[in-house]
């Protein structure tokens, strides 16, 4: 099989569990109007109380929907489904990471992240499917293979999960005050630029004043690259003013298509040409990941080559020294060695970041503890 032959070029075909009646968290608050238009007889700022209670107040049943009335939570109750994932295991790392593996309602695994930041909030990395479509070589993740996406209310009930979690956390421990997740990153499993119909209704709820209310500035989404899925992000302002991450993590076509087979459908120059084409704002905000692979993609020439590729697209540069995980053929490159090549890339004219290794002590490497899940 040639390389080529890896790459899932056209999106994933696995269809999502179908539920008997539709659920009401997968659905956009246009959609949702619509849906209440159709099957629920009343007034129309229904659709807008079901909407929060559903995204801002997290409801878990339609019972608690109290400013509805009896028999409008019963019709609910029979027309609509609304599920919920299941926490599984949380795991607390030694700087305050906390991993989460919550479970799909079928018995997969997924796993997401809460990173404390430096206001006094906290990041979560979510995931976006079970398994993912691509194969790059370093990812955990990968290595499940593509088992399925998620549904948009399994990637929204993830904040909400680790919301409420957090909630518990803080009465149980009479603390003063609840930890808020202030932002969110689709860098947990999955290529989330093939899951594009869920990640996009998704976005359109965590953005939702009157839903979770985040900010589309404090939400970025991750790509390894589908380059017709970065157009269509920048044509359709895909969630208000939502940023991109792309994962470059080399510098040459040679070792990309190595490390990330998807650059042999879409090399290093078209890729860069999609966010060149970028609307100005959302181009402004790219970052460029680069994982870095010791003697693989670490070299002063790869430095050299970043600042040459980057210069003119505007964009960051976030160095992630690459996180070891059992099986991986890489390693990850000794802090020196970090150090020199983030000092040659800003000597080059980037401005750099670097990802401080996070949770290492209870594997919050991508991909890793749902990979335990899913055995
Ligand atoms: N599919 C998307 C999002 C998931 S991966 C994407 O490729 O961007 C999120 C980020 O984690 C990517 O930048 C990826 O390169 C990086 N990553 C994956 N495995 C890693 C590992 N073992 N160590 C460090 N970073 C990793």
């Not at 075909?13 to 109007?33: A, F």
């Amino acid at each position: 099989m040639g390389t080529t032959d890896l790459v899932a070029i056209r999106p994933p075909q696995h269809g999502l569990p179908k539920p008997d009646r539709p659920d009401l968290r997968s659905m956009d608050r246009e959609e949702l109007g619509q849906w209440v238009a159709e099957s629920l007889p009343g007034p129309a700022f229904r659709a807008t109380q079901i909407f929060e209670w559903l995204h801002r107040h997290r409801a878990r049943s339609f019972d608690a929907m109290t400013n509805l009335g009896q028999a409008v939570r019963a019709t609910l109750s029979r027309s609509a489904s609304l599920g919920g994932l299941a926490v599984d295991t949380v795991q607390q790392s030694a700087d305050g990471t906390r991993k989460l593996r919550l479970r799909t309602n079928d018995g997969h695994a997924i796993e997401s992240v809460l990173i404390p930041n430096e206001g006094r909030g906290l990041t979560q990395c979510i995931s976006s499917m079970v398994g993912c479509s691509l194969t790059c070589r370093f990812c955990a993740t990968a290595t499940l293979g593509f088992i399925r996406n998620l549904a948009t209310w399994e990637i929204v009930d993830q904040v909400y999960e680790a919301q409420d979690m957090l909630e518990r956390q803080a009465t149980a421990e009479g603390a003063q005050w609840t930890p808020r997740i202030t932002n969110v990153v689709f860098m947990g499993m999955g290529e989330p630029l093939h899951n594009y119909q869920q990640v996009r209704r998704a976005l359109a709820i965590l953005t939702d004043e009157r839903g979770a209310g985040i900010a589309g500035r404090r939400i970025t989404v991750s790509t390894a690259g589908l380059v017709p899925a970065i157009e269509r992000f920048g044509r359709e302002g895909l969630g208000h003013e939502v940023g991109l991450a792309i994962s470059l993590n080399a510098t040459t076509d040679e070792v990309r298509d190595r490390v990330m087979p998807i650059n042999t459908r879409w090399n290093i120059a078209r890729l860069l040409e999609a966010v060149r084409g970028l609307p100005s704002p959302k181009r402004r905000r790219v970052t460029f990941e680069y994982v870095l692979l010791d003697g693989v993609n670490d070299d002063p020439d790869d430095a050299r080559r970043l600042g040459t590729l980057l210069r003119d697209t505007g964009g960051q540069l976030n160095v992630i020294p690459f996180n070891p995980h059992p099986g991986a053929p890489f390693a990850r490159p000794d802090a020196e060695r970090v150090k020199t090549f983030v000092r040659q890339c800003r000597r080059g004219g980037l401005d750099v970041t670097v990802r401080r290794p996070r949770g290492d002590d209870i594997a919050a490497a991508c991909g890793q503890l749902a990979l335990e899940g899913n055995e």
